[in-house]
């Protein structure tokens, strides 16, 4: 139950891109294929676990005057080890997300959930917060890549889903698509959470 209500939280509640608007900048960049924001999502969740753990494990030892350069040291051990994997085993993804995997060090998900929770709880919750915002943040990025890639290009993770007569909408793909699919995303989050709200007055 604990396991449905956190998962609740990560992906619907308190979903670090939709609710608490974090992480945008790889989400408006990845989100033109399933395939590229899948990856990114793996390898996010993967740091953010791992950094989660070692900052719980660390958070009594470490000052708390020097504990914002001591959380990103850690975090960029953990890209810096994840880059690494990926480019070995994976390079296609690797050269696809480019720049954005070092970014993963500054993603303000992971120094956000790193300050607010890791810091201050023990590693067993720690690990399932990153677990369950990791998820949360990975689908929300395969939700923005999958509209933008549908009506963008005609596919999903490179198949294609139309004959030749559809008509992709181009700007779907380009940066302008991205905001778009954003806004509308941040709209409907917004209106579930009034919706919520207002029952939850009723109820009271």
Same mark, same amino acid.
């Given at each position: 139950?604990?396991? +449905?209500?956190?998962?609740?939280?990560?992906?619907?509640?308190?979903?670090?891109? =939709?609710?608490?608007?974090?992480? /945008? #900048?790889?989400?408006? $960049?990845? /989100?033109?294929?399933?395939?590229?924001?899948?990856?990114?999502?793996?390898?996010? &969740?993967?740091?953010?676990? #791992?950094?989660?753990? $070692? @900052?719980?494990? +660390?958070?009594?030892?470490?000052?708390?005057?020097?504990? @914002?350069?001591?959380?990103?040291?850690?975090?960029?051990?953990?890209? /810096?080890?994840?880059?690494?994997?990926?480019?070995? =085993?994976?390079?296609?993804?690797?050269?696809? +997300?480019?720049?954005?995997?070092?970014? @993963?060090?500054?993603? #303000?998900?992971?120094?956000?959930?790193?300050?607010?929770?890791?810091?201050?709880?023990?590693?067993?919750?720690?690990?399932?917060?990153? +677990?369950?915002?990791?998820?949360?943040? &990975? #689908?929300?990025?395969?939700?923005? $890549? &999958?509209?933008?890639?549908?009506?963008?290009?005609?596919?999903?993770?490179?198949?294609?889903?139309?004959?030749?007569?559809?008509?992709?909408?181009?700007?779907?793909?380009?940066?302008?698509?991205? =905001? @778009?699919?954003?806004?509308?995303?941040?709209?409907?989050?917004?209106?579930?959470?009034?919706?919520?709200?207002? $029952?939850?007055?009723?109820?009271?």
């Amino acid at each position: 139950m604990q396991i +449905l209500e956190g998962l609740k939280k990560g992906v619907i509640t308190e979903n670090p891109l =939709f609710v608490q608007v974090l992480g /945008t #900048c790889p989400s408006l $960049a990845l /989100t033109t294929s399933v395939e590229n924001s899948l990856g990114m999502g793996v390898a996010f &969740t993967a740091v953010l676990i #791992c950094s989660n753990l $070692a @900052i719980s494990l +660390l958070r009594k030892l470490v000052p708390r005057n020097i504990r @914002i350069p001591s959380y990103i040291v850690v975090i960029a051990s953990f890209v /810096t080890l994840c880059e690494m994997i990926m480019n070995a =085993f994976a390079p296609a993804l690797y050269q696809a +997300l480019g720049i954005f995997i070092p970014l @993963i060090v500054v993603n #303000c998900v992971i120094l956000g959930r790193a300050e607010a929770y890791a810091g201050l709880n023990p590693p067993l919750p720690s690990v399932m917060d990153g +677990l369950v915002m990791g998820i949360g943040y &990975t #689908c929300a990025i395969a939700l923005m $890549a &999958t509209i933008r890639e549908i009506l963008g290009a005609g596919s999903f993770m490179g198949i294609p889903l139309f004959g030749p007569s559809f008509q992709p909408v181009l700007v779907m793909i380009l940066p302008p698509g991205a =905001f @778009i699919t954003l806004g509308f995303l941040f709209a409907g989050f917004a209106s579930i959470k009034n919706r919520r709200a207002k $029952a939850a007055k009723k109820g009271v």
